[in-house]
């Protein structure tokens, strides 16, 4: 069985791990927001219409931020439509998604629906087809507390309190040509820099994020970062990054490691930021929101039928219904550990997305509501990863991937929350046949035993929970687990995600 070792010094610290880290995105896409967190008719639905049992598991998973209400949605998307009373709310052609989108849910029912789930809204303003007095007038109205137009419909539509949004993204996925007003990184650059200073004219309190790379395997990736930022810099607060991983022809090798392309993306990211602070002697940094994360089976989606034709928009269309496994679950967690690993400059992340598009909730309308197999390393490390991430030193076999060259066996990162002496350690073991036994030296945490262990493996890795079959997949206790004279040891199963916590 191969080995690894481990140390962790809660001495040598890299950064405080954020909430915001655990931040999750709903776009008006699919079945997410309507047959997904609203259905009126549904048993569990509450006087809004809102899923009770999703606002359950929604609590349960642990999302900080969410990020709303696009995506590639909000390149067409008019902020006054889904305002005022219902029934004059239009119906429009959602053009990213090639639906009709009914407004029956906007801007109030969302942040009442946020209120419930305990999350914070952060607003994306729309610079595909839209620009500056678009985004300010928006902002008047969610924040502004009274005395002017936009304020006083705000408060005339039910709403007295000013919404008090802190966080906006400028725009979504410029750089992509399937991209709503798509433009160069120069134009969106001038754009995005006239429309944050005017955001900030109105409320200097606002963190902006300006838009990075939509993939960092485009042709533009790295250029466009550098020309946004050399306009923006002393505008915004940051930048975005977006990565989705999927298994490609079979190569799971490969899949498991995506981690390390997401670690390679952030350090590019952040050199090419601190490059135009060096270049404009500026002393403040620009850090990341890393705002649209995760597995998505792209290439499968982009194989199936597309919905096409004039007089077809239908309504909340089952678009991204992707169904995750062991395996994916896995690299999940591994992504999450690439989050925590650069929680110095990742100061806020969003799981794109949350019910039922590529999302760790499913529903089935008029059905049940249940746990993905990505669930469950989201909860867990939402949840136990408290503190400051620290620097560790890990000795691991390596192997060869065909996407990555040669890449460690076993990832890890850990926290520790100095107040209340707690840790918590995250792991991956990424070979496909062997087990790896694990020694962590945890003498410099002083006195310490397991809280919690999880780890989520199966004998199939690509068991998934179904609308048939909805607990086949769930973490398990890892009775290996052994603390001994300032040394812990555990047994990694192949293909598995595991979470400890100590104290
Ligand atoms: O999350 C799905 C889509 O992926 C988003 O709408 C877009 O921003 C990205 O390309």
Known sequence: MPSARLTIDPHFTIGRVQRRLFGGF???????????????????????????????LVKELGVSTIRYPGGNFVSGFRWEDSVGPREQRPRRLDLAWHSTETNEIGLHEFSDWLEQVGSDLMLTVNLGTRGTLEAIDLLE???????????????????????????????????????????????????????????????????LVVCGSSSAHMPTFGEWERVVLSHTYDDVDYISCHAYYEEKDGDLGSFLASAVDMDGFIDTVVATADHVKAVRGS????????????????????????????????????????????????????????LIRHADRVTSASLAQLVNVIAPIMTEPGGPAWRQTTFFPFSITSRLAQGDALELKLDAPTYETAQYGVVPLVDAVATHEAESGRSAVFLVNRSQDEAVTLTVDVASLGDVSVLESHTLADDDVYAKNTLEDRERVAPRANDSVRIEGGELTITLPPVSWTALSLG
């Open 141 to 207: 109205y969610t924040n502004i507390a009274g005395g002017t137009m936009l304020s006083d419909q705000r408060i005339a539509n039910g709403r007295t309190d000013a919404f008090g949004v802190k966080m906006w993204c400028l725009g979504n996925e410029m750089d992509g040509p399937w991209q709503l007003g798509h433009r160069s990184a120069d134009d969106y650059a001038k754009l995005a820099s006239r429309t944050a200073k005017a955001m900030r004219q109105l409320d200097p309190s606002l963190e």
């Open 283 to 338: 002393d403040k940094t620009v850090n990341i929101s890393f705002d649209e994360w995760n597995v998505w089976y792209l290439s499968r989606w982009e194989n199936v039928e597309k919905i096409e034709g004039l007089d077809n928009w239908p309504v909340a269309p089952r678009l991204l219904e992707d169904v995750y496994s062991v395996a994916d679950a896995v690299v999940f967690g591994n992504l999450l550990i690439s």
């Open 26 to 56: 709903v776009e008006h896409l699919g079945r997410h927001v309507y047959d997904g967190i609203h259905e009126p008719g549904h048993e569990s639905a509450d006087a809004g219409g809102f899923r009770s049992d999703v606002v359950e």
